[in-house]
């Protein structure tokens, strides 16, 4: 960011950390095609920041820094490092093909993180801090400085540290309540106490980096805000450790809607924000719950007779935002069979999939075949299909081509599969199991051969209706690490009228996943591996 981006005070920057603190969310580990394809999504959607990953964390990690770096070009992107030399030169390496490489490095400023964690003194943290800004300042011009837990800091400390980083050359500094822990009064403070004590605060942007441990991180970014910070991190959908980051999608809507308030606003082209949530959720397996704000299921129904006569006469009346401006589908639109072609591509492009002829072949036969068995497909129904059929960013080994189950209170769960193999072969087997969905587990297990443990399943309706299409989110883990790290836990999707039927493509999709993660590691370790790191 150059003085002229600081000097122009009516832009919040968006700093996406999707990719690496939401990535942290347990079991949400995304393969590195996958991190690339959310990369283009955010670049689209017109975020400034890109967070990639923390390089030295795991081989997947530099891979997917040094992928994002070499592809996207319009966004700063920036790979996170604790202070020290080895996790500075890892970042620099993965981000040395990026237009616009961050470093974004720093260390606890708390007395629990320095006394507790880092078993050292203030005064030696503070010089930790300043040493690796100035070793990363020989590599790259914009050094971010994280002063982790300033939310529970000595601001009288807080301030001396954020004084000498910026001396030492930082451009942006991060002031995270790492757990969540103020009040929006509190965090507002604290930004506002940086900005009249830190002297050279000119000289670099104020980020916020919220967690939502009491439910506050939103509010607590925007208190950010208004104290002066003119950054903001967050994730798409909110997710991250724990409890989660400030959600992208609230921050800025409350910029966008409440502009009136805050008389700021951000870069992002806010009718990216549904279809980039949904991408997300899709490829994390993290389910958006239905009453999120701006891009939950229910965020713009009205059930209520009330409501619905007001929304009816005038939409302002119960609604504060326009679903089209958040990119968020009007589920009454009903196709059919007869929609054609042309009718299905036409409300595939308005809800913003933009497919290339191959995958729009694939989700018209897939249309055609629920159309037949439901007559009326609407919008989630579509949905469910796109996240189906082209949202797979890994190459599929194991393709499911037949799924037979007979069950019922006086049989045997019974299930038989057909799958196409790895080159090509189809082979066929079945097995029994204590329900239908257990069987055609086992059927597949038989199958594939790829030992994990099924650690959660979950079914959800896309519409409602005794025909809606059911969608089945899994998570498997694998019996040993993949990719050199403990986190090892893949999600697979699947989405048909038969929840059994969706079950098994689910289980089908976290397998090959698994199976894809795997050659990655063993096409990188072939390459020289790094060692596994945690944060
Ligand atoms: O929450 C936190 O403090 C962080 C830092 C690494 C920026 O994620
Ligand atoms: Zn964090």
Partial sequence: MDESDIAARGTVYVFDTTLRDGEQSPGAALSVDEKVEVARALEEMGVDVIEAGFPISSPGDF???????????????????????????????????AARPRVHTGLGVSDVHIYSKLH????????????????????????????EDAGRADPAYLYQVLEAVINAGATVVNIPDTTGYTTPEEFGSLIEGIKENVTNIDRAVISVHCHNDLGMATANTLAGVRGGARQVEVTLNG??????????????????????????DTRIETRRLYPTSRLVSQLTGIAVQPNKAIVGANAFAHSSGIHQDGVLKERTTYEIINPRDV???????????????HGLRHRLEELGHSLDDAQFEKVYQRFLEVADKKKAVDTRDLEAIVADEVQMFFEETYHLELVQVSCGNHSIPTATVRMRGPDGQIVCDADHGTGPVDAVYRAINRVIGEQNELIEFSVQAATEGIDAVGRVTIRIQADEPVNGTERTVYS????????????????????????????????????????????
């Fill in 327 to 341: 990119g968020a589908p009007e589920s009454a639109i009903i196709l059919s069979a007869r929609s054609g072609r």
């Fill in 63 to 97: 891979r997917a820094v040094q992928r994002i770096s070499e592809e996207i070009r319009s966004c700063v992107i920036c790979g996170l490092t604790r202070a020290n030399e080895a996790d500075i030169d890892a970042a620099v390496e993965a981000l040395a093909q």
């Fill in 239 to 264: 997710i991250g450790e724990r409890a989660g980051n400030s959600s992208l999608e609230e921050v800025v809507m409350a910029l966008r809607t409440r502009r009136d308030f805050f008389e700021l």
């Fill in 492 to 535: 697979g999707h699947g989405a048909d009228t038969d929840i059994v039927v969706a079950s098994a493509k689910a289980y089908t999709f976290a397998l090959n996943r698994l199976i894809a993660a795997r050659r990655e590691a063993q096409d990188w370790s072939g390459a020289g591996c790094r060692k596994s790191t945690s944060y």
């Fill in 120 to 147: 050292t003194t203030r005064e030696e943290a503070k010089q930790w801090g300043v040493d690796a800004v100035k070793y990363a300042k020989r590599f790259v011009e914009d050094v971010q400085y994280f002063a």
